[in-house]
Structures are given as C-alpha cells and as structure tokens.
C-alpha cells in the first residue's frame, strides 16, 4: 500500500486540496524516500535475521509499518509525511529480507514456486487496494486505515511456526522436526529432515560472510543472477509506472478518466499475477520470464510511440484507447512473469549461511535502483512522456538476452539441487518412501 500511496496522493497534495501543499520537487522525494529507508531496514535485518530468526524479524515489522500509517494519517505538515514515508521504508527493508528467505525455507519444492509467489501478489492487492480506497476517501482516513493490516500482523503471525532450517542453524533438531510436520501435515519427515540437516551443516561448516558473496563462485553466481533479475524486472519501469500511474494517464487522456484507469490497471495486474503463482511451478520459471519480457517491449513501444505522436501535435482522437490498451498489455505480460519470479529465486538461489547478506544485498540494490529510475522518469517526462518508454523498452530487449543465456530453471528443484547446479556439480536423486540416494558428478 505504501507503494502505490503516491499513485493518488501525490497529485492530492500537490493541487492544494489538502491540510498542506507540496511542490512537485517535494513530491518526488516523498516517492522515493521509502526505498531511502529500505536500505537502512534491510541492513539491519541482514545482521541480525540469522540470530533472531525469519519468524520474529516478519513480526518486528509490523510496528514501524503501524507507526508509519499514523505519522502519515496525523501529519499537519511535508516534515512528518517524510517521517512516516521514511519508517515505511525501513520496514519494507525488513520484510522484503526476511519474507522471501522464511517462504523459500519453509515450502516444499513442488509448491514453492506457488507459495513465493503469494508475496509480489500481495503486494499488487497492496497497490490496487491503496488506489481504489484513495479515489473515495481522505488521505488521512486511509491511513489510519490502512494501520489494520499491520496490526493483524502482529496478532496472527506469531501462531505460525519458524523455519526448520533457522532451527538446524541453532543446532535444535527437535524444534525443526516439530515446524517440518507442520509445514508437511505428516509426522514422517526423518528423510528431509536429514537431506536438509546435512546441507545446512555442510553450508555452515564455513561460517559465511559477506565477502563469500563475490569469493566462492557459485554464490557470486547466484547474485549475478538476482541482481540481474531484479534490474531487469525495474528497468521496465514498472515501479515508476505504479508510482505515476494516475498522471501518466492524465498526460496520455483517454475514453475514461485517470482514476478509473488506474484502478482497472492495477486490477488486471493482481488478476494476472495469481494466475502466474499458480502456472509458475508448472511451466517453469524462464518460459514465464521469456514471454513477459517480450510482451513488455511491444507494450512499451505501442505506449511510447503514442506519446510521441501526441508530444509533436499529431490528432490522436480516434486513438484515445491506445494508452489504456498498451499499459494493460503491458502489465498483463509482465504479470505473468517478470512480477512474481526474481523475488521467488531470490528466496531459493542461495545456501543458508549467505542467505541473509544476499538478501539483504537485493532490497538494498533494489532500493538504490528503482530510487535512481524513479528520478529519471520524474526528470526525462518534462521533455516527453515518449522518452522513459523508450528508454525502459531498450532495457527490455537487453534483459531477455541476459535471461536466455545465463538465467537457470529452478522449477521442482530442492534447495540443495540448486546449489549442486550453481556449483557445477550435476546431481542425480534416487527417492523411494524409505530412503533417499545421491550421486555426484
């Protein structure tokens, strides 16, 4: 909710109807001070996660995010706004750390595709919830809102169990064998929890650090891949387009106003991205990833050829459709890939001793990369809405060659067989109800 919150309060502070006003300079830096604050969150996490654990970092989270609303919601003035956008950063840092490393730990492979997945989806009910609550109601009323959820949060989560490998870390089998019958509704888990009791002594015989992120090889190749993942999923500009939805449509025009436009934007993308959840441990990883970044290149260009036309005073009344049809394009096929799949392999790609700096590396670069696209599409939009589009379909074409060539599947593979992969070793598992082998080669 935090971060589509600038999509339709921005332009509510800026034309005066509020409490104060806001200058369009002030307005981007409200956009952006989140993932200012996210860098500080995930920081934290990443030093503390593998003492305190994935469950009571989730936990934690939600008092920042809970002190942010009511910043918000109370704010007379810019300065507290910044406060409570600031808080809400820190505290995504947090979650976006700890989230995807308890969901990757906790799922079986046949599902985690799925399971990971429920949190990009979350976050687009997140964003279209935020949208069609602002297009009725007050800013504050929403804050103060919006502070259930965290809330909820707080009262429900600590029912749930914590990781088994956070257990294993700690040397305590009986906690670990207790959360993986839970996790797997069986009491017979003796098989996984020895594969997974094995890995993690063998993961943690080297303490990790986070110099082994570039040292050994196999982690350095995972966070080449992560990293990748991630600018390619931004420099389509997907977060600049949640931030400045509403005014893109404003600039763009069309048959039905700016608000509604939005809303059924955002719509389709939560819609499309449950579909992808459910598909994503079916069909694979890099099938998703190819198709979407080959239908957001075509929807890119078709909405940047628009704004071009109308930048240089070319009649496009009988084409007034166009920006609605070429953005929902475009949010329909980076939903069913680009969406949901890099934080999914960010929660699965890397063994547990180096898990939390990874983690923490990611939303810090996250962060620092959608902060740096965001200004430019603030900046680049005075001279033509037409540049940034362009400029993101450019990116896309680079980052489908990056995906074809150098992005692994990962889909019904254990956490371990991915390390096997990323390290060169080629593993061949022979399951049976009673035992399970591996050979290597």
């Known amino acids: 909710m935090h971060y589509g919150w600038p999509s339709p309060f921005g332009p509510v502070l800026r034309n005066g109807t509020y409490k104060f006003s806001i200058t369009s300079e002030e307005q981007s830096w409200l956009t952006v001070i989140p993932l200012i604050g996210a860098i500080c969150g995930a920081y934290f996490t990443g030093l503390v996660v593998d003492t305190f654990g994935r469950k009571?970092?989730?936990?934690?989270?939600?008092?920042?995010?809970?002190?942010s609303w009511l910043f918000i919601g109370f704010a007379e003035s810019v300065t507290l706004m910044f406060v409570g956008r600031f808080l809400a950063g820190a505290a995504d840092g947090l979650s976006f750390t700890a989230v995807p490393m308890y969901l990757g730990e906790i799922a079986d492979p046949k599902i985690r595709g799925l399971l990971a997945s429920v949190c990009p989806v979350s976050i687009v009910f997140g964003i279209l919830l935020i949208n069609v609550l602002g297009a009725y109601l007050r800013l504050d009323t929403v804050a103060f809102l919006a502070t259930i959820l965290p809330i909820l949060l707080l009262l429900t989560f600590p029912w749930m169990p914590e990781s088994p490998y956070f257990y294993l870390m700690k040397g305590n089998w009986e906690e670990a064998k207790r959360s993986l019958q839970i996790f797997r509704g069986t009491e017979d888990v003796s098989v996984e929890l020895n594969r997974m009791a094995k890995a993690v002594k063998e993961q943690n015989e080297n303490k990790g650090s986070y110099f082994d992120l570039y040292t050994v090889k196999s982690n350095r190749k995972g966070l080449i891949i992560t990293l990748g993942l991630r600018s390619v999923q931004q420099?389509?500009?997907?977060?600049?387009?949640?931030?400045?939805?509403r005014t893109i449509f404003e600039d763009a025009g069309g048959f039905i106003s700016p608000s509604l436009s939005t809303i059924i934007y955002f719509g389709v993308q939560l819609v499309l991205s449950a579909v992808s959840s459910l598909v994503v441990d079916i069909s694979g990883r890099k099938p998703l990833l190819i198709a979407s970044l080959i239908g957001t290149t075509l929807s890119l260009i078709v909405c940047g050829s628009y704004l071009h036309l109308l930048k240089v005073g070319v009649d496009t009344t009988n084409f007034n459709f166009v920006p609605i049809a070429a953005l929902l394009c475009f949010v329909v096929a980076f939903s069913i890939g680009l969406q949901t799949i890099p934080l999914l392999v960010m929660g699965e790609i890397f063994p547990t001793n180096v898990k939390a700096f990874a983690l923490c590396t990611m939303d810090i670069y996250y962060s620092v990369i959608v902060t740096c696209i965001s200004k430019f599409f603030h900046w680049t939009k005075d001279i033509g809405m037409h540049v940034p589009f362009f400029t993101f379909a450019g990116c896309c074409l680079l980052g489908l060659v990056f995906i074809v060539f150098y992005v692994p599947e990962t889909k019904g593979k254990t956490l371990e067989d991915i390390q096997d992969e990323l390290r060169g070793e080629r593993k061949v598992v022979v399951r049976s109800e009673a035992k399970e082998e591996a050979c290597f080669y």
């Open 235 to 245: 420099l389509t500009g997907t977060t600049a387009i949640i931030f400045y939805c």
């Open 56 to 67: 009571r970092m989730v936990i934690f989270s939600s008092l920042p995010f809970i002190a």
